[in-house]
């Protein structure tokens, strides 16, 4: 049915490459390009032989936006999948849009130099409008909406699980089982265990400045922005048991503020152990997690940078990890006239996904709707032009696939609220 130009060749993508050779029908061709060609053609003499997906390989930096177009040129894909990283979202954008070519990533641009003046003039604008200081939000690609739409491409941003999924569970809830929804609660749970000290489960350096910074949430038309892990709760996860669970800013709740009709409030909460809060609380204290470049014996290091080549590589967890992951949203509202409360949520078991993939379960989290979101473009069930993101489209395709290929979803009439 279609030829697929995915970017990146890390954890995420690993899985998602993984998918779309289960889905041959759909992904007929598909060329994994990446900074490291290396990888690429690992991840191909692996997948060569067991799939029906014709598979091919290319070095690319998604950082130059001609290397980019020049790829497309040469390839000619229906949809372009950025699974590397945010500071590629923008170049890779553009170069769709050069080309006019379907585009999808899994998570909103942050730049890679926080640092740099005319990105830092915006962002401290926005921080004063918008009330929030996360270093990442929408306004960068919402930006390109007109552009996309007068092309007639589409842009689908966030589908992994979280953003992504959760955006697709508000937009079913909404379909489905409420006149309107006052409030959600996502809930991102990992009870996973990879035994080592400290360890993130996904790309480290944007995984760290994402939970060390402040913590927000959406109430009454405005941000109330909170310090970091300074709000704390404990909930009890089907099938994982009880953790502790703190308040994070988090992309979706950007898109769903405006695009949940009547939504009062709507919070953000991921679980941490006790040693991972103290481990990064350390190495903020000492500067590890600074992104400004210090002088070494005569070498810039970026400390973060250096901090990710000192951690263990999140696509290598995959067999040291157990335990399950129970993510999803809390919802309460009303139907006729009623008030309702309602849970959808996923359990994903590390092990499971090991056995299928050879990756632990965030990672698949992650690439299972990366897959699902570039199948919607490719068979045209989600086409509208512009730049959206997972709540904007109809959900019932996308949560039918979600059960299909790996990550169906539970719901429960009467969840445990979140106080
Ligand atoms: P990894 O660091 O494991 O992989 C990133 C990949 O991108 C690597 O293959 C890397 O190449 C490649 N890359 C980096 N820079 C460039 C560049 N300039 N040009 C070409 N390729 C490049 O990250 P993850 O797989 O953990 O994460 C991937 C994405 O998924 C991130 O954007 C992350 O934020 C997002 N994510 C989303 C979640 C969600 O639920 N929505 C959850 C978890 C992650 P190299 O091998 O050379 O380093």
């Known amino acids: 049915m279609g030829r697929a130009l995915i970017i990146g060749c890390g954890g995420v993508a690993g899985v998602a490459i993984h998918k779309c050779c289960q889905n041959s029908a759909v992904f007929e061709e598909i060329m994994i390009a990446s900074r490291t060609k290396a990888k690429c053609d690992a991840l191909k003499e692996k997948l060569d032989g067991k799939t029906d997906t014709k598979i091919t390989t290319a070095q690319v930096n998604a950082d130059n936006k001609d290397e980019v177009v020049a790829l497309i040129k040469s390839y000619q894909p229906d949809l372009v999948m950025n699974i590397a ?95 309107t929804i006052e409030s959600i609660d996502i809930l991102d749970c990992n009870g996973g265990d990879h035994g080592y000290a400290f360890a993130t489960n996904f790309n480290p350096e944007i995984n760290l400045r994402e939970v060390s910074a402040p913590g927000s949430y959406w109430e009454n038309g405005h941000w109330v922005e909170v310090p970091a892990m300074s709000i704390k709760r404990a909930y009890h996860f089907d099938q994982v ?139 045209g069930k989600w086409n509208k032009a512009g730049v959206f993101t997972v709540e904007e489209f109809d959900p019932d395709p996308y949560m039918e696939a979600l059960n299909k290929w790996g990550l169906p979803w539970q719901e429960s009439h009467h969840p445990v609220l979140v106080d």
Request: charged letters at 25%.
């Open 85 to 179: 990283l945010p500071y590629q979202d923008l170049t890779i954008m553009e170069a769709c849009l050069a080309c006019k070519v379907n585009y999808m990533d899994t998570a909103n641009y942050e730049p890679e130099n926080i640092d740099d003046p005319a990105w830092r003039a915006v962002y401290e604008k926005r921080c004063q409008k918008e009330g929030f200081s996360a270093y990442f939000d929408y306004s960068w690609q919402w930006a390109y909406r007109k552009k996309f739409e007068e092309a007639g491409i589409t842009a689908l941003l966030g589908s992994g699980f979280d953003p992504g999924v959760t955006q697709a569970y508000c937009a079913y809830a909404l379909k489905h089982e409420f006149d």
């Open 241 to 379: 048991g009880e953790k502790d669970m703190y308040l994070l800013h988090h992309e979706e709740i950007e898109s769903l503020a405006k695009n949940i009709p009547g939504v009062k409030r709507i919070r953000f909460f991921m679980t941490f152990g006790q040693s991972y809060l103290d481990h990064m609380r350390c190495l903020e204290d000492v500067g590890m997690l600074s992104t400004t470049p210090v002088n070494y014996e005569g070498k810039e290091i970026v400390p973060i940078q250096f901090l990710k080549a000192l951690l263990p590589d999140p696509a290598g967890l995959g067999p040291r990890t157990t335990g399950k992951t129970n993510i999803g949203c809390i919802f309460t509202g009303k139907k006729d006239g009623k008030d309702k409360t309602y849970y959808l949520y996923n359990v994903c078991d590390h092990q499971e996904c090991y056995k299928e993939v050879g990756s632990q379960a965030i990672s698949y989290t992650t690439g299972v709707p990366a897959m699902v979101g570039a199948m919607m473009l490719l068979t």
